[in-house]
């Protein structure tokens, strides 16, 4: 038997609330009632050290951006 783990869809609304059930609500509902699909939050990023990681991305491009602190 072969299933899918999905941690991303296209049907998440942009913040991330929840789903976007006016987008292709075939295929969505086809995956909900699926017993081999197993979808999980949007949530692999939100850890401890993917936020370090992304506050130093953001404040290395800052620094670049801003080498003498002046905009």
Known sequence: MHGASLDVLEYEL????GLDTDNDTTT?????NDDR???SPHIA??????KFKMANVLADK???RFPNGKA
């Open 28 to 32: 969505l509902k086809r995956l909900l």
């Open 14 to 17: 942009p913040d991330l609330s």
């Open 45 to 50: 990023g939100v850890t401890h050290e993917g």
């Open 37 to 39: 699909v197993l979808l």
């Open 62 to 64: 800052i620094l670049e």
